[in-house]
């Protein structure tokens, strides 16, 4: 199942973005989303190292960091993420870092219309899937020629599905340091 | 009888022993005089003209029969009793001088009043040739109107530019209110379709309860007779019936609330961004284009006449322009309340074209014209109009370095005119200077 993530500093919008995804006549999506809704982007980045997630939907505007330091933070975690802004606000300067910095997948003015909205997750969902799959069968090719051992491709595996899991960091004395939030 | 009636003849008095050679070198510098001189009896007699004088006559008066003699013109009785009662008559005559094409126009100044010399009585008439002066008046004359022009349009300027000013820093507040709006209005607009979602789904259920309900055997009829009375308490049926029109109602003004934060949003960032390419273009076209698309809302009341000029291409931002012609359009429509003209006029001036909108509607009040391109402005019903599309289209046109001029009269209708620069001013950017362009 499709695991979402929604971020604005404003409970009411993941609210309704929540209920309108939910409520979408059956066969919208080709599976039923999970979602998860974050009022603090530093929150969700704390999540999203304990949980792969397939799609992110970012506000531009927030108290903490702006949208697209919160993706770029995002995307140093999990490279895969599929990333869209949702805004109100709408200058060039925003959609410019968006698109070069946050590589974001699509920029949706607020208000939205959720059938848009909907037919734009669908499309990055799709996106993702087909770029995963050319990586998975990239490997694949790897390891029938010999030039990706098992073993590294269990490690990628295994990353993908717990971000940050293969990078653990050890302290001198051999134990596993767990404080890892610094480097999100 | 001259002594009593002024005090402003002039006495002439001359010492009894004053030498017969100063008279007469009096009456020779009279006659050096470039000024006519005449000197006549009371009743108008004249008994001493000078060179200049007699010279006057010949051009003036006597000569070519324009206006008279003299006699009829200066000393006939109306002057003189003019005279009398004033003791003093100026005038000033412009002729035009014998030639036959009449082109140069002479002015004479003349002056006449009563004299006494000695206990003799007297009149002295005294004519000056002003022409000189008198051209030099009018252009005077010209130049103040040219001034009192500059002045006008200084002033125009200035109220355009505070116009400007004040589009400016309602922009500003504009974009920040427009952000804070879209939040709300993103939920509440996405909830009231999740809502008619829901409500459909609940409608469903209940109608499925209502069934099944009509079916309940006899020995349940006390709770037939409870939901029917709950029925009857909230007037279901009309209940029913209404709340799917309450929530599109309320989605239709979600929907304005987004057109007007749209507009406001359009409205701050005219002339921050350069999104729209500049291009030359024919103005009609857009015109034609624009009418098109107003035509569902203008048919019924309105017929458009076109009175188009012969245009050359224009440089402007052509998807903004249409705008305000849309803009202007859609007034004039407004303007007619039952049926009525609305004619487009295109002429072409020196360095810039003129679009005129005109209509036959119901005019705008003296007290209104000064406001009408202040953002919010409108003398619309509440939801017909944002109150911006004026403001919006003064900036375009500002944008452009262009203008918009209105004339209206209540009753009689409105004008405006768009004024727009040929090519696009100030342009110095690479690669887009056209060879020859003098702005």
């Known amino acids: ?184 | 009888m001259a002594e009593s009636m002024s005090e402003d003849h002039v006495e002439l008095i001359l010492p009894s022993d004053t030498p017969r050679s100063i008279l007469e070198l009096r009456l020779a510098t009279l006659e050096l005089l470039d000024d006519g001189v005449w000197i006549s009896e009371t009743d108008g007699n004249v008994i001493y003209r000078n060179v200049a004088a007699a010279a006057m006559e010949q051009m003036y008066w006597s000569h070519g029969g324009h206006v008279g003699t003299i006699e009829d013109v200066v000393f006939n009785p109306g002057v003189l009793q003019l005279l009398r009662d004033r003791g003093r008559w100026s005038a000033e005559y412009h002729l035009s001088s014998g030639d036959e094409d009449g082109a140069r126009v002479s002015s004479v100044a003349m002056e006449m009043q009563l004299l006494n010399a000695q206990g003799i009585p007297g009149i002295a008439f005294h004519a000056r040739d002003v022409s000189r002066e008198w051209s030099r008046e009018q252009t005077l004359q010209d130049r103040n109107v040219e001034l009192e022009q500059a002045y006008s349009r200084l002033k125009e300027t200035q109220t355009q530019l505070l116009q400007s000013e004040k589009m400016a820093s309602i922009g500003q507040l504009a974009a920040g209110v427009a952000h804070e709006i879209n939040n709300p209005i993103g939920y509440v607009q996405s909830n009231m379709g999740t809502l008619q979602t829901y409500v459909r789904g609940l409608l469903n259920l209940l109608d499925s309860y209502e069934r099944w309900a009509s079916e309940l055997s006899d020995g349940a009829s006390a709770a037939r007779e409870q939901i029917e009375e709950i029925k009857r308490q909230i007037d279901y049926s009309f209940l029913r019936d209404d709340l799917l029109q309450l929530l599109e109602e309320s989605r239709e003004g979600i929907k304005r609330v987004k057109k007007i934060v749209l507009d406001l949003r359009d409205f701050s960032h005219r002339g921050q961004t350069d999104s729209d390419e500049w291009m030359s273009v024919d103005i009609h076209r857009g015109l034609e284009s624009t009418i098109n698309i107003v035509w569902n809302e203008l048919k019924y009341k309105a017929e458009v006449q076109r009175n188009f000029g012969d245009l050359p291409a224009v440089e402007c931002m052509p998807s903004q322009m249409n705008q305000v012609f849309l803009n202007l359009l859609v007034n004039a429509g407004q303007a007619i309340k039952e049926r009525g003209v609305i004619s487009v006029t295109t002429t072409c001036l020196d360095r810039e074209i003129c679009v005129a909108i005109a209509d036959d509607g119901v005019g705008i009040a003296p007290e209104h014209l000064k406001r009408i391109f202040d953002p919010f402005f409108t003398t619309k019903p509440v939801g017909a109009g944002t109150g911006l599309g004026l403001a919006l289209s003064f900036g375009i046109v500002k944008n452009h370095h262009g203008r918009i001029e209105v004339e209206s009269k209540v009753g009689k209708g409105t004008c405006f005119r768009v004024y727009l620069p040929l090519r696009k001013h100030g342009r110095n950017n690479l690669g887009q200077t056209a060879p020859g362009t003098t702005v």
């Open chain 1, 1 to 184: 199942m499709p695991r979402l993530m929604l971020v604005d500093d404003e409970i009411n919008i993941l609210n309704s973005l929540r209920r309108a995804l939910i409520a979408m006549p059956a066969g919208t999506f080709s599976d039923p989303l999970v979602i998860e809704t974050f009022t603090s982007p530093s929150l969700a980045l704390a999540r999203a190292g304990e949980s792969v997630f397939d799609l992110v939907i970012s506000d531009y505007r927030m108290p903490e960091m702006d949208g697209v330091a919160f993706l770029e933070k995002l995307r140093d975690v999990q490279p895969n993420v599929a990333r869209m802004i949702l805004s109100g606000y709408a200058d060039l300067k925003a959609l410019i870092a968006a698109i070069n910095r946050a590589e974001i997948y699509r920029f949706i003015g607020k208000p939205w219309d959720d059938h848009d909205l909907a037919l734009a997750i669908n499309q990055a969902l799709e996106h993702r899937a087909l770029v995963l799959e050319n990586a998975r069968l990239a490997d694949l090719v790897r390891v029938q020629q010999g030039r990706l051992s098992r073993n590294e491709l269990a490690v990628k595996r295994l990353e993908e599905r717990y971000p940050g899991i293969t990078q653990v960091k050890r302290q001198p004395d051999g134990s596993i340091d767990l404080e890892w939030d610094e480097e999100l």
